[in-house]
């Protein structure tokens, strides 16, 4: 079983509230393996649309270990809930024996190897994103839409 990102898969979940991260090659997948989608922040109660949020003075690891923040552009705190969601993410992959996690690249929930730079500027940084490095932590594979 795989998880994939519910955005990846045309659904209105991302921060913009709009289908643009859909993945024609995330659909192709859908049609001959069994995909279990999540959304990392429908899990954790955010909104869609929601503002954007990116991680600020660190990665998704350091967000884990109490080391960063993630801020909305508003500059809103929302790593509990980013963190509640990546253990609601974690909890479905192990209820269902997921082995394989593929992320939206570049997000702060589910960006795998580069992440956006907590600038808001588009600029990117290598790290992990918050769900990325907690699936990563307890054994399951991560690769991103762009890897697919």
Same mark, same amino acid.
Do not use: W
């Given at each position: 079983m795989k998880l994939i990102s519910m955005c990846l898969l045309g659904k209105i979940c991302n921060w913009? @509230?709009? &289908?643009?991260?859909? /993945? !024609?090659a995330a659909l192709r997948l859908a049609e001959h393996e069994q995909?279990?989608?999540?959304?990392?922040?429908?899990?954790?109660q955010m909104l869609t649309p929601r503002p954007q949020m990116e991680i600020v003075g660190g990665t998704g690891q350091?967000?884990?270990?109490s080391k960063?923040?993630?801020?909305?552009?508003? @500059?809103? &705190?929302?790593?509990? /809930? !980013?963190?509640?969601?990546?253990k609601a993410?974690?909890?479905?992959?192990?209820?269902?024996?997921?082995?394989?996690?593929?992320?939206?690249?570049?997000?702060?929930?589910c960006g795998r190897g580069m992440i956006y730079d907590g600038t808001f500027?588009?600029?990117t940084t290598p790290g992990d994103g918050v769900?990325?490095?907690?699936?990563?932590?307890?054994?399951?594979?991560?690769?991103?839409n762009d890897q697919l």
């Open positions: 913009r @509230g709009d &289908d643009r991260y859909k /993945s !024609l995909l279990l989608s999540v959304c990392p922040e429908q899990l954790a350091d967000v884990l270990d960063a923040r993630v801020m909305t552009i508003d @500059g809103v &705190d929302v790593t509990a /809930s !980013l963190i509640a969601g990546a993410a974690l909890k479905q992959a192990r209820d269902n024996k997921a082995t394989v996690f593929i992320g939206k690249a570049r997000s702060p929930s500027s588009g600029k769900t990325s490095a907690l699936l990563k932590r307890h054994g399951i594979s991560v690769i991103t």
